[in-house]
T-cell receptor, first 113, second 115 residues
Framework: SQQGEEDPQALSIQEGENATMNCSYKTSINNLQWYRQNSGRGLVHLILIRSNEREKHSGRLRVTLDTSKKSSSLLITASRAADTASYFC?????????????FGQGTELSVKP | DTGVSQNPRHKITKRGQNVTFRCDPI?????LYWYRQTLGQGPEFLTYFQNEAQLEKSRLLSDRFSAERPKGSFSTLEIQRTEQGDSAMYLCASSLSPGGGTEAFFGQGTRLTVV
């Protein structure tokens, strides 16, 4: 079963707008990661935030983590049509020694030019 | 080699046939993972290897599924007596660890269709 739940399931915005996706999880984690997947392709790693971090930036991406609420958000600023993809959060559980990831169901982002 | 390579990219097979997929991880990565993804869902963990040792298998991995990683390099995932419910994208990922917490690099996946 999936640990993460993502919200919204689908998001449609205009180019230039910001996109925010949320992820909730159930167990204590070592870290939380965000991935992007273009239709029918593999996953591309975007950013990793550790359990002792609260915010992280990478280019146009901003990730926050609230371990007390077991939630994370991914903000994409100044979106582009090329950002159209599915976005998944994935958790590396504190109880897991092997680094396996538990994925949410994803948010499907559509950026209209 | 700059990424994880999976072959074949697509496989169509008849129900009841056996299929085998191959994954070549990033060469210095000691961990290798297999995931399965169905349409509209996130990937689900199947199994992982640390070097040549298979250390964990999901309950999703029925006895028709077997994975190997001889010599701790490439890995194969075999499905015997395929069923229509096996139709999915099979994703391989690798990472470098001690201690977990490192990002996983994914291949492009093998899309299996059982007819």
């Amino acid at each position: 079963s999936q640990q993460g739940e993502e919200d919204p399931q689908a998001l449609s915005i205009q180019e230039g707008e910001n996109a925010t996706m949320n992820c909730s999880y159930k167990t204590s984690i070592n870290n939380l990661q965000w991935y992007r997947q273009n239709s029918g392709r593999g996953l591309v790693h975007l950013i990793l935030i550790r359990s002792n971090e609260r915010e992280k930036h990478s280019g146009r991406l901003r990730v926050t983590l609230d371990t007390s609420k077991k939630s994370s958000s991914l903000l994409i600023t100044a979106s582009r049509a090329a950002d159209t993809a599915s976005y998944f959060c994935a958790t590396d559980s504190f109880y897991n020694q092997g680094g396996k990831l538990i994925f949410g169901q994803g948010t499907e982002l559509s950026v209209k030019p | 080699d700059t990424g994880v390579s999976q072959n074949p990219r697509h496989k169509i097979t008849k129900r009841g046939q056996n299929v085998t997929f191959r994954c070549d991880p990033i060469s210095e990565h000691n961990r290798l993972y297999w995931y399965r993804q169905t349409l509209g869902q996130g990937p689900e963990f199947l199994t992982y290897f640390q070097n040549e040792a298979q250390l964990e298998k999901s309950r999703l991995l029925s006895d028709r599924f077997s994975a190997e990683r001889p010599k701790g390099s490439f890995s194969t995932l075999e499905i015997q007596r395929t069923e229509q419910g096996d139709s999915a994208m099979y994703l391989c990922a690798s990472s470098l660890s001690p201690g977990g917490g490192t990002e996983a690099f994914f291949g492009q996946g093998t899309r299996l269709t059982v007819v």
